[in-house]
DNA sequence: CCAGGAATAGCAAGCGCTTTCTACTGGGGA
DNA sequence: TCCCCAGTAGAAAGCGCTTGCTATTCCTGG
């Protein structure tokens, strides 16, 4: 039914070793012979078998992505920028890798499966991108088995999340989130700011973790009480950032800026100020992270930490490719820009 | 070096065959045998090799979501609807499949170069999403792989693109562009515009051709000649409604209108017009198509088109799953709903 | 003119798993 | 009491490909 190598060697009048030859081009095959065999392969329509191949070459030509959300756009550009680095069809000839995007939703347990099916798959490299999560149970179980793909000959490289512990030879390309969230209240207290709100992102992630920790570092080098009354948690989409400003401007109707956890949540807060008529950043500044795409669009537009996203998802995939070297020590920290535009302000500065 | 079942059934003191057995659980295995097999698995921490197993199996758990971009979050909300119903670390115990997104990037061959791994993979199910090239000796291959990946024994899924030739057993979930278009701009007519510019998408694509004819066929019925110069084509992209904008105004001052390819391009036609100084929708009313999430966040709020891509997505994975039933003829056109915001107002209603 | 190689091609042994067919066991009906 | 069958487990034949090693050519230098 299905046309095999065999049939292959047998209408080109060679054995099966040569046209597995010529197919994987790393062995001499005269060029007349090269070309019968491909000229067997063209009528024959013939399409390797992908499972028998890896198997009998004990590799695969598969690289797994793993992201939390891909119809969020910050994942999307990660994905997109290693698969383009990945090869797909634009690697080396012969070498078609395929990029695998897998969708963990951000669950711990998900993550798990997928590292699982990669490596049943014998995957050549895994990517994982964005904040991990920190349950101690998690993150003991996704460091065994990153470790295990390790030593089962697939590269790991970690892309926005912090290093991996049990993982020794992960490479890990940190985003500094921490200093990102530092500068950003920085910034809003150099504006005179003082009552702020801060939406962060979901409990027990690292992102998370590290975005509150700058904002409170900043805080308390100004030496202004961080009111815990103000820090509300929730996913990073546009309505938790809408819902929680309602909260905030409840809990404190005096605030006079907001600080989300990242552009989306930011959006949500925007459109929550000017439900209720205020302005920004005349009576409310808001300040996102990311600085996705969309957020110099937004009116006015959104001030915010710039990651290199695009830029680290490549470098990552040219590591797990083996294309670049690995940072000192497995680990890189990657710096974000503070980007200031129109959605914040000085105290005070309309109302 | 690697654990194999053979090791495994050593350990558990029965034959390979029944290890396999108890890791597919499709014979009966007394409770006991099983136990001491699970346990064995345990222990050794054994790993199933995929493509062994894909290789003796003659089947494979991937299933191929093919999408232009994947930094765009259209596509990333389809992908991540048609996974969700693909079952992934959900779906039945034990059948444990594998979404796998692949990123085309637009370019029918590399679209072609995906099927061809994909088919070397023995894919389940391939779902294909967006637009399609028009490039009639593309399709003609594109068509032609389609077929003979059918015949091969995956299901083959379109989402938001038209049937393809070639491939009469492809399911196709079509969204009514044209309808959607003619809807759009006959709200515009409505509103008393007659001078409008049109970004259109790349050229030699369905989506492109298809909103344009909407376009074209709404003007024709109002008796509104269409004048071609007011028909720019670029990517879908900020900076193409960006460009495009300022070249319109530049043909045709009077201009009362934009009317863009899909929402981000309708993004930078907003940006285009604030920094010239026009107000939106006073001056010029700007629609876009698609309802992304961040339109409506968008000031003012962006009048589109919304497509229902989640639901279309996770219909194109149930289907491809093969647990909702075919649309009659293998084709269903998804409508498009008219989204009236604040980004379009009767001409003259400010300056 | 012949030996020593370089250059090609083929043989055959797996890679690790699934699955058909066969073999064995114990219990219940005749 | 004996036979037959339901219930389980094992043996073994591949699945389609890769690759180490061997065999065949044919060219080259001595």
Redesign the pocket.
Known sequence: M?V???DVAARA??????V??V??G?????A??RERVLRAVDELDYV??GP??S????TSDLVGILVNDIADPFFGIIASAVQSEIGGPGGRAGGERMAVVCNTGGSAERELTYLTLLQRQRAAAVVLTGGASEDPEHVAAIGAKLRRLGEAGSRVVLCGRPPAEGAPDAVALTFDNRGGGRRLTEHLLGLGHRRMGYVAGPVGRTTTRHRLEGHREALAAAGVADDPRLTLHGPYDRRSGYDATVELLRREPSLTAVVAANDTVALGACAALRDRGLSIPGDVSVAGFDDLPFSVDAVPALTTVRLPLAGAGARAGRIAMGREEEPPGGIATIQGELMVRGSTGGVGSGG
């Open positions: 299905t095999t190598l065999a009048q060679v054995s099966p070793a040569t597995s030859r197919l994987n790393n062995y001499p095959v005269a007349a012979t390797l078998n028998a191949s198997l009998a070459a004990a």
